[in-house]
């Protein structure tokens, strides 16, 4: 890895997105590109298959949802295919407008999560979108193509938004087999496909729903994130509405992990390719929906000793901070970079796996997603 090689952070805000650049040694940042003004990017992304290349989910209220991608490292961006979704004429949906262009087609409602193939597929994307949607693309985006397994459901009539809508926000590739895949929908819980998105299994087993009467159902909790264990695909760390969960088995079963912090309440999660059974978590106050100990704070579980970890002190960063579903990430580097945004505009850094923190010297929009694009990964 070249000593000069830059690092970004991705950023996707309540009034656009921005790219942040800095070097290896993660110690300096400047704030670099910024496009969509005004627009709410929920999710920023970079193609590790096609260097340069960023993808971002913008949502407009007036004008509707776009995929834009940038091919430039951000300085440049283009809109390309974005999906609209066949409305069944027997069935009657929420969103019609009662127009003859509402009756045949509608636009999907917002974009939440765009995710890149494995590199096996190097022109494979997928879309995550409300209300409970999920494309795929074989050509980067310029078409999509429905994977109506989900989309046409049959239990979706009883499918219930969460506090955000009715948002597809997860997906996983199982970096084995690309037809193994996962998603997350609030707040319908997590499914499974063992065959490219032909058929899904719902995989919530364990998982609490403290809001409804039947506390442990098959469907219908809410879940806010999930993330893989890059060591062992077979390993996820889930956040949900109700506590913080991890599972060994892809899915099957459940078991959670965070009750020994009290409230374990949040909404995002991350784990590092660079150390294997850890995951980073930050837990929020479940009913003010900010940061319960008067100050800035992140959780580690390792996975390995079963234990968790405190990162910051009472004195680092105090006040109360929001954290979004996507408002997590780590990098590819030794020791792994956080990189945590806030729903107040803060983006706080460590370079060294938690023991110091820093705050990026610039005031953001309230920060819908966080993600890192890294150096030297093809």
Not at 11 to 35: C, F, I, L, Q, S
Request: charged share 25%; aromatic share 10%; hydrophobic share 35%.
């Amino acid at each position: 890895m070249a000593a000069n090689e830059k690092i970004r952070i991705l950023v996707g805000t309540r009034k656009g997105t921005y790219v942040v650049e800095g070097d290896t040694k993660r110690k300096t940042w400047k704030v670099g590109p910024v496009a969509h003004t005004g627009n709410e990017v929920y999710h920023v992304v970079a193609d590790p298959r096609h260097p340069g290349d960023l993808y971002a989910a913008v949502n407009n209220q007036f004008w509707g949802p776009e995929v834009q991608r940038s091919r430039d490292w951000g300085k440049h961006w283009k809109e390309i295919g974005t999906p609209l979704t066949p409305v069944r004429k027997d069935r009657p949906s929420p969103f019609d407008d009662s127009s003859p262009a509402a009756a045949v087609k509608r636009a999907v409602t917002n974009l939440w999560h765009i995710e890149p193939g494995l590199a096996s597929e190097p022109d494979t994307l997928y879309l995550g979108a409300d209300p409970h949607l999920i494309f795929r693309s074989s050509d980067l985006g310029s078409t999509w193509d429905p994977i109506d397994a989900i989309n046409n459901h049959p239990a979706k009539k009883d499918w219930a938004p969460g506090f955000g809508g009715a948002c597809l926000h997860t997906i996983l590739i199982d970096p084995r087999d690309a037809r193994r895949l996962y998603i997350g929908l609030s707040a319908v819980g997590t499914f499974r496909s063992e065959d490219g998105g032909q058929t899904w299994k719902p995989t919530n087993k364990g998982v609490e729903a403290p809001f409804l009467p039947n506390k442990f159902p098959e469907t219908g909790q809410c879940v806010h994130d999930v993330a893989a264990d890059a060591a062992d695909p077979d390993t996820f760390y889930r956040q949900d509405h109700g506590g913080m969960y991890v599972s060994h088995d892809r899915m099957e079963k459940w078991v959670r992990i965070g009750k020994s912090l009290g409230d374990d309440f949040g909404f995002t999660v991350a784990s590092p390719p660079s150390a294997p059974g850890k995951a980073y978590f930050v837990r929020l106050d479940g009913q003010a929906r900010v940061t319960g100990e008067g100050h800035f704070q992140v959780h580690e579980w390792n996975d390995n000793t079963r234990k968790w970890r405190k990162l910051l002190g009472p004195k680092a960063f105090p006040g109360h901070f929001g954290v979004q579903r996507e408002g997590i990430a780590t990098d590819n580097l030794s020791p792994p970079g956080i990189y945590v945004g806030t729903t107040t505009g803060q983006l706080i850094v460590s370079p060294d796996a938690g023991k110091t923190w820093r705050l990026i010297p610039f005031s953001f929009p309230s920060i819908h997603s966080v993600s890192v694009a890294n150096p030297g990964r093809r």
